[in-house]
């Protein structure tokens, strides 16, 4: 009989030795130790703390270590009392008294047993664990984006996560969708940001008839080579995927293009995703304030609250006719709603202490998902997801992007234009890693320092010495920083050191302690804020003098164009993942 037969005959159900670990978020394998081996176990008596230890039953760790430890300590069982007139126990250290051949050769059984099926047990995990990672891993299926996205991940800064449901008809029941010949347009995008702080997370929805441009985007073919795809101008947003051959790097460059935020990485995920991620976890509780019969997405609820799977769940983003004006926005927001449930229901104690729901889940989103090379790994899956978990749901922001009629379609409103008044700071809003909820972002120490970095004398302009270097601005951002410093703000003793050794995020400041009121001059120039500003060390400019080093990153929007984050997100329409809402 091999060890799990074993379990199960000792009434061990193996499911039960794996045990979550609310720190790590992940299931480990516990087993109850090895009986000791350097002395016989005597008779024990059933009591709260060790009932079933002989059945296998793991007790608590604490409980563990004190039936099974030193004589005396608390928790031990006192050996059977002696008969009157037998021999005394000897004392520790001396010979004991020979316990009978049968005692003996039954305990030896019991310590062979159990640490021989510990060893096998914990062998057979992890190669299971092994195997079974690397068939997940043969779910997902990815696309090379080259350039568009990064090559890795990191847990130790904000990340953009680019969020595409497609609208291809892919899958078993889902031809009978209309469009069924559709090449897979950009249905449904979120980008999802999530703070470097993870305090908060802001998940932004771009409608797919928002009029866009769409810049020329190289795609990596099957053999390795490249293949330009021309861009296009004033054309709906859904077609920077699938139109003319393009991949979700063209929607990436696209949404770049819109909002001046890189997205470092992408999900894109088709119709079966809704039907199986809802089925994995249960169903899915949606509301609705007035009962729903939708004739084009089959879609039949009553009014108030119900639980929704598979191709009910489906119906439900997909219906548009039942809600608001029966447009895409409102559609959005119904999206939003049932977003905001799926993660409320992933997240819960319900899912997370389930290892059938949880071995569901993972099946469900790797054989749905299709991403970049970037997070093709489900090790590289798993720890998104474990930063993701991070962010209180009160937290988690979902709003549209601000829009507008489009002027161009006349009467009949059929797409939308970016609102030019609110859309910018939203934007900025994002790109600044500020929040949308009320959230302490910096310790209130920390923020006084960073805050302090601006206080205080500020040498004349003619006095800043300072080297500029691209580190992920656009090209020629150094050169036309320098003019802009040498001519318009006399900051006559800067030059270009062009490129930076590596890309940054954000554009910082790097100075020596005795160059703090020449970096407090440059600051109040470029716009930048306290965070900016990054006490270190000077350099030796071409002159052989100490100057500072401003590097120009992801974030740079131009010379003379202020740097400061906004100090508070603007008021837009927007909801919270932790708010149950009905849609109407």
Known sequence: MDAQGRGRADDIDPADQWVLNPSTGEYELRLTPSAPQSAVPGPR???????????????????????????????????????????????????????????KSKAKKVVLWTGGSMAFVLVAAGTAAYFYVKHLEGNVQTTDVGTAGKAGFSKDEAFNILVIGT?????????????????????????LHVSKDRTNATALSIPRDLIVDIPDCPTVQEDGSEKIIAGAQDVRFNTSLGQDERDPGCTMRTVKELTGISPDHFMMA??????????????????????????????????????????????????????????????????????????RKMSSSDTLTNPSKLLKLAEAATKALTVDTGLGKVSTLKDVALELKKVPPKNITFLTVPV??????????????????????????INNDVSFTAV?????????????????????????????????????????????????????????????????????????????????????????????????????????????????????????????????????????????????
């Open 404 to 429: 507008i009629d489009n002027p161009a379609d006349g009467v009949v409103r059929k797409t939308v234009i970016v609102n030019p008044t609110t859309a910018p700071q939203v934007f900025d809003t």
């Open 167 to 191: 609208d291809k008809r892919t899958g078993a029941g889902n031809e009978a969708y209309g469009d069924a010949g559709s090449v897979g347009h950009a249905d449904t995008t979120i980008l």
């Open 45 to 103: 008596r059933a009591t709260p703390a060790n009932a079933g230890a002989g059945r296998g039953r793991s007790a608590a760790p604490e409980q563990e270590q004190e039936t099974h430890g030193v004589p005396g300590t608390p928790g031990q069982v006192p050996p059977p009392r002696r008969r009157r007139g037998a021999p005394e126990e000897p004392l520790p250290g001396r010979r004991r008294t020979r316990a009978p051949e049968k005692k």
């Open 440 to 584: 302490k972002q910096q310790k209130a120490k920390e923020a006084a320092a960073v805050a302090a970095r601006l206080k205080g004398t500020k040498s004349a302009a003619s006095e800043v010495r300072v080297q500029i270097m691209n580190g992920g601005a656009p090209a020629g951002s150094a050169q036309e920083t320098l003019s802009y410093l040498q001519n318009d703000e006399g900051v006559t003793k800067s030059e270009n050191a062009g490129n930076a050794p590596a890309e940054l995020a954000k554009t910082t400041l790097e100075y020596a302690p005795d160059q703090a009121a020449q970096a407090r001059r440059l600051a109040a120039i470029m716009g930048l804020s306290g965070s900016a500003m990054k006490p270190g060390k000077s350099v030796t400019n071409s002159q052989g003098l100490p100057t500072m080093t401003l590097t120009l990153g992801k974030d740079f929007k131009g010379a003379g164009v202020s740097l400061t984050a906004p100090a508070k997100a603007p008021d837009v329409d927007k909801s919270t993942a932790d708010k149950v809402q009905c849609a109407s």
């Open 270 to 343: 088709d119709f079966n995703a809704v039907k199986t991620l809802t089925t994995a976890v249960g169903g899915v509780e949606v509301c609705v304030t007035k009962a729903v019969n939708d004739k084009d997405s089959k879609l039949k609820l009553p009014a108030g609250k119900s639980t929704v799977e598979g191709e009910q769940a489906l119906a439900f983003v997909r219906t548009r006719h039942s809600f608001g004006n029966q447009g895409d926005l409102d559609r959005i927001k119904v999206q939003q709603q049932f977003l905001s449930s799926l993660m």
